[in-house]
Structures are given as structure tokens and as C-alpha cells.
């Protein structure tokens, strides 16, 4: 399984792997067996109305088992999961979910449950006359400094045949990095 993005190791601050929390919808007459396993977390929630109570579970990869390995798993449920990775608040105005998820780290063999602080808790960044850049992943570093010390600074590349290749998350640099002063 590959990691979602890469983190600093609460425990060691060597670069560990990040895995998002998977949240499931699930219905009200469903809500005791997912209180009382083992594998979910039960989260409930008014949302937007004061009426309805709406009911989450969280899943932790790495922290238990595949959900196809859980042989109690409503079968209902195994494909209605979505990863997180985006904010959803509720009406008081806090974060529910989005970044909740599993960290692991090979050096120190760190495995916890772990609240994303994106993106203080980036591994890859660098700080430059006060501002912060950062990266995802390794392979999204290394695209961002080949384009910041290339002099043609390219977004789109074409190939021979015509196709398109472009990294979108390079048209979202601040110029402040962009700088000729800030290649190196």
C-alpha cells in the first residue's frame, strides 16, 4: 500500500508514511455493531440541521485489518468508503474529518493513530526570506526543485508526439519562490 504523503515522525522527525483514515456513512440501525467493534471508530454528527443525526465511522489502514479480512464487515458497506483528505466541518465550525489518519515510520517503527497539521508536519519544505514550500511526497519534492533551479521553468512539457504533460500543482507556486534570487 502506498502512502498518502509523507510526514515528519512525531517520535524521531525522520520522513514516515501517511495514510488517511477511511470514512464510512453508515445508517442509524448499523451504529451499535460499529460502537462496539474494535476496528471503527463511531463519530456522530447534527451537521447543518438540529433534526437528523448523521453516523461516521472511522477506519485506520495499518492499524487493522483490510476491510475484506473483517469477516462481521456488513457486506453493504464494503465499497460505500471513501479516503480522507478534505474538511468537512460542522456547524459549530470544527473539523470532523479530513485529517485523521495512520502514521508510519520505518526508522523508529513508530504505528499511531495521527491529526494531520498540514503542513507543519510536511517532511519535505524549505523556508525562504519567512515563507514555507512544501511537498507531499519525495517525487513531488524533487519535481518542485528541478523547477525552481531550471532555467526554461516549464509547467507544460510536449513531447515529440504531441503529448501534454503537466504538473498542476506547479502552477500554484508563489512567485516569491520563483524568484531568480531563490534557485539556490
Same mark, same amino acid.
Given at each position: 500500500?502506498?502512502?498518502?504523503?509523507?510526514?515528519?515522525?512525531?517520535?524521531?522527525?525522520?520522513? $514516515?508514511?501517511? +495514510?488517511?483514515? *477511511?470514512?464510512?456513512? @453508515?445508517? /442509524? =440501525? %448499523? $451504529?451499535?455493531? +460499529?460502537?462496539? *467493534?474494535?476496528?471503527? @471508530?463511531? /463519530? =456522530? %454528527?447534527?451537521?447543518?440541521?438540529?433534526?437528523?443525526?448523521?453516523?461516521?465511522?472511522?477506519?485506520?489502514?495499518?492499524?487493522?485489518?483490510?476491510?475484506?479480512?473483517?469477516?462481521?464487515?456488513?457486506?453493504?458497506?464494503?465499497?460505500?468508503?471513501?479516503?480522507?483528505?478534505?474538511?468537512?466541518?460542522?456547524?459549530?465550525?470544527?473539523?470532523?474529518?479530513?485529517?485523521?489518519?495512520?502514521?508510519?515510520?520505518?526508522?523508529?517503527?513508530?504505528?499511531?493513530?495521527?491529526?494531520?497539521?498540514?503542513?507543519?508536519?510536511?517532511?519535505?519544505?524549505?523556508?525562504?526570506?519567512?515563507?514555507?514550500?512544501?511537498?507531499?511526497?519525495?517525487?513531488?519534492?524533487?519535481?518542485?526543485?528541478?523547477?525552481?533551479?531550471?532555467?526554461?521553468?516549464?509547467?507544460?512539457?510536449?513531447?515529440?508526439?504531441?503529448?501534454?504533460?503537466?504538473?498542476?500543482?506547479?502552477?500554484?507556486?508563489?512567485?516569491?519562490?520563483?524568484?531568480?534570487?531563490?534557485?539556490?
Amino acid at each position: 500500500m502506498e502512502a498518502d504523503l509523507q510526514i515528519k515522525c512525531t517520535n524521531c522527525n525522520h520522513p $514516515a508514511d501517511f +495514510f488517511f483514515a *477511511s470514512i464510512i456513512n @453508515v445508517k /442509524k =440501525k %448499523d $451504529a451499535n455493531y +460499529f460502537s462496539k *467493534s474494535k476496528h471503527f @471508530v463511531l /463519530k =456522530k %454528527d447534527k451537521g447543518w440541521s438540529s433534526w437528523k443525526t448523521y453516523y461516521y465511522v472511522w477506519y485506520y489502514p495499518m492499524l487493522s485489518p483490510r476491510l475484506e479480512n473483517i469477516s462481521d464487515f456488513p457486506d453493504e458497506y464494503k465499497t460505500g468508503h471513501r479516503k480522507g483528505g478534505f474538511s468537512y466541518y460542522d456547524y459549530q465550525g470544527q473539523v470532523l474529518y479530513g485529517s485523521e489518519g495512520v502514521l508510519v515510520c520505518s526508522f523508529c517503527k513508530t504505528l499511531e493513530k495521527h491529526k494531520l497539521d498540514w503542513p507543519r508536519d510536511a517532511y519535505f519544505q524549505l523556508e525562504y526570506k519567512g515563507k514555507t514550500l512544501w511537498a507531499y511526497d519525495r517525487s513531488y519534492a524533487l519535481k518542485l526543485l528541478a523547477y525552481i533551479r531550471s532555467d526554461g521553468r516549464k509547467k507544460r512539457v510536449v513531447s515529440t508526439t504531441g503529448h501534454v504533460t503537466q504538473d498542476y500543482f506547479l502552477r500554484k507556486i508563489p512567485g516569491h519562490f520563483q524568484a531568480k534570487k531563490a534557485r539556490d
